[in-house]
């Protein structure tokens, strides 16, 4: 019995289930926003959009907002509803409870947060952990 054809198809059964875990694993995507300009805002959520239209399912994003990029996820943001859209689709928002407190302070006033953000303590802090976690940092 001739082992070297035995061989061959062991191989390349194994690089394809390789390759069929390494397309299931999926992408980890963290998008800092710290620019107040709907524009910067905008360019954020496109990133999403694309992302999302790249990967599908196999992603996971996660958009955390802080310092002046907070505003995005107010509930009046010019672009709640794209927020809304994404968040459908499986994007997260985290929001920075540092900022929304001084911004409050400052303004005298506490502005609603969109329902599709959740509060974490520090914007850069959870950039941190989400980057431990395995998490790629993309800054548009």
Do not use: W
């Amino acid at each position: 019995m001739n082992a070297k054809p035995i061989f061959v198809v062991l191989v390349c059964a194994l690089l394809s289930c390789m390759s069929s875990v390494h397309a299931a694993t999926p992408k980890k995507i963290v998008l800092q926003l710290t620019d107040a300009t709907p524009e910067k805002h905008a360019l954020v959520l496109n990133v999403a959009d694309n992302l999302m239209a790249n990967y599908g399912r196999d992603a996971e994003i996660e958009i955390v907002a802080f310092g002046p990029g907070l505003r995005l996820l107010l509930a009046d943001s010019k672009h709640s509803e794209r927020v809304n859209r994404l968040a459908a689709k499986g994007v997260r928002f985290s929001a920075c409870r540092n900022t929304y407190a001084k911004m409050s302070k400052m303004t005298g006033q506490e502005s609603p947060l969109s329902e599709q953000a959740a509060e974490v303590k520090g914007g850069a802090a959870r950039i941190i952990e989400l980057v431990e976690q395995g998490y790629i940092l993309i800054r548009p």
